[in-house]
């Protein structure tokens, strides 16, 4: 935080806690017992509050911050990023419902440790993604475009009113601007509707084709078959391509085998056949939180347990695109 920001900051706290002792006071003797700040009683100090958190960007209104309380700033750990990184991308399955929007300062920390150039996230409520964009902006100076693939309006899972429910499904964050923008419904959702959203936006300083999916739920196996389907024929179509998701499925589930045919996992130890250090991405221990890759090549991935979703966020490094072809376990 600026010295700037950190003398505002002083001035809130100063305000709020001047018109705390008058109110006190005036419970005590009965009185309005106001006290002067900037020549103004302590409802002026309120209104001096909420113009300088509104001017930093640190009022939030709503679940997140009861009575319009200011959000923390969330330390990030030491070694965490100090800008976007230009070849790093995320994938990350929000959880919903989880924690409610209070979560999202927390989740917005967790990204900016990493600075991913792209993120692709999964279970993501509209309003949910809007407030971890401006916490990321706010917050910590990453500033993100944002491409919406809602395939439900749910009031039960992401508020909003009866007449006007809130969006949810995918989101991707991209540090570039996007285009091309897709969103396609799979045939059979299973019980819920499930779909992809695909973008072609700047990974590596080259463009390339980024798709973000949600698969159907588990024990749903033959309804994943045909999603898995889908997206490979869509896979299939291009020389480069990353694709971000939780597909409900471990690498050795029959389910998956049409996409390790067009496309090979960002963590090389993880593939259709067992093998020793493939990294799970949940809380219970399973791989079902994939970096696909087509025509490129991974330089590293991290599996990062979260407190704020029962996935881990996922991120990969990636070598030049259009680089050796990360694909074919036949």
Same mark, same amino acid.
């Given at each position: 935080?600026?010295?700037? +920001?950190?003398?505002?900051?002083?001035?809130?706290?100063?305000?709020?806690?001047?018109?705390?002792?008058?109110?006190?006071?005036?419970?005590?003797?009965?009185?309005?017992?106001? =006290?002067?700040?900037?020549?103004?009683?302590?409802?002026?100090?309120?209104?001096?509050?909420?113009?300088? $958190?509104?001017?930093?960007?640190?009022?939030?209104? %709503?679940?997140?911050?009861? !009575?319009?309380?200011?959000? =923390?700033?969330? &330390?990030?750990?030491?070694?965490?990023?100090?800008?976007?990184?230009?070849?790093?991308?995320?994938?990350?399955?929000?959880?919903?419902?989880?924690?409610?929007?209070?979560?999202?300062?927390?989740? *917005?920390? #967790?990204?900016?440790?990493? $600075?991913?150039?792209?993120?692709?996230?999964?279970? =993501?409520?509209?309003?949910?993604?809007?407030?971890?964009?401006?916490?990321?902006?706010?917050?910590?100076?990453?500033?993100?475009?944002?491409?919406?693939?809602?395939?439900?309006?749910?009031?039960?899972?992401?508020?909003?009113?009866?007449?006007?429910?809130?969006?949810?499904?995918?989101?991707?964050?991209?540090?570039?601007?996007?285009?091309?923008?897709?969103?396609?419904?799979?045939?059979? !959702?299973?019980?819920?509707?499930? !779909?992809?959203?695909?973008?072609? /936006?700047?990974? !590596?300083?080259?463009?390339?084709?980024?798709? #973000?999916?949600?698969?159907?739920?588990?024990?749903?196996?033959?309804?994943?078959?045909?999603? $898995?389907?889908?997206?490979?024929?869509?896979?299939?179509?291009?020389?480069?391509?990353?694709?971000?998701?939780?597909?409900?499925?471990?690498?050795?589930?029959?389910?998956? *085998?049409?996409?390790?045919?067009?496309?090979? #996992?960002?963590?090389?130890?993880?593939?259709? /056949?067992?093998?020793?250090?493939?990294?799970?991405?949940?809380?219970?221990?399973?791989?079902?939180?994939?970096?696909?890759?087509?025509?490129?090549?991974?330089? &590293?991935?991290?599996?990062?347990? +979260?407190?704020?979703?029962?996935?881990?966020?996922?991120?990969?490094?990636?070598?030049?695109?259009?680089?050796?072809? %990360?694909?074919?376990?036949?």
């Amino acid at each position: 935080m600026s010295p700037s +920001s950190s003398s505002y900051v002083s001035v809130i706290r100063r305000c709020q806690a001047n018109e705390w002792r008058a109110r006190t006071l005036g419970r005590r003797t009965g009185t309005a017992g106001e =006290a002067t700040v900037f020549g103004r009683g302590a409802r002026g100090c309120t209104v001096v509050v909420a113009a300088l $958190a509104s001017v930093l960007g640190l009022l939030v209104i %709503g679940p997140s911050a009861p !009575g319009g309380a200011l959000i =923390a700033k969330p &330390a990030l750990p030491p070694g965490a990023a100090r800008g976007i990184v230009a070849n790093r991308v995320m994938t990350w399955n929000l959880c919903n419902p989880c924690g409610g929007r209070e979560y999202n300062a927390g989740r *917005a920390a #967790d990204i900016a440790t990493y $600075a991913p150039q792209v993120v692709g996230l999964q279970e =993501a409520c509209v309003r949910d993604v809007e407030q971890i964009r401006d916490h990321l902006e706010l917050l910590y100076g990453l500033v993100y475009h944002v491409a919406y693939g809602s395939v439900l309006h749910n009031w039960g899972r992401c508020g909003g009113f009866p007449w006007s429910p809130g969006g949810f499904g995918q989101a991707i964050l991209s540090a570039a601007p996007m285009t091309d923008r897709r969103l396609v419904e799979y045939p059979d !959702g299973g019980s819920e509707d499930r !779909g992809y959203l695909a973008v072609t /936006t700047t990974v !590596g300083h080259r463009p390339v084709r980024v798709v #973000d999916t949600h698969l159907a739920q588990r024990r749903q196996e033959s309804v994943r078959a045909g999603q $898995a389907e889908v997206l490979a024929r869509e896979v299939a179509r291009h020389e480069r391509i990353i694709v971000l998701g939780d597909f409900n499925a471990t690498p050795q589930a029959p389910e998956l *085998a049409p996409l390790w045919k067009v496309a090979a #996992d960002a963590d090389p130890a993880c593939g259709p /056949t067992p093998g020793e250090g493939c990294a799970t991405t949940t809380d219970w221990h399973s791989k079902f939180d994939y970096v696909f890759l087509r025509g490129i090549a991974p330089l &590293a991935q991290g599996v990062h347990p +979260s407190r704020y979703s029962d996935h881990h966020p996922v991120h990969a490094d990636l070598g030049p695109v259009g680089g050796p072809r %990360g694909t074919t376990h036949d």
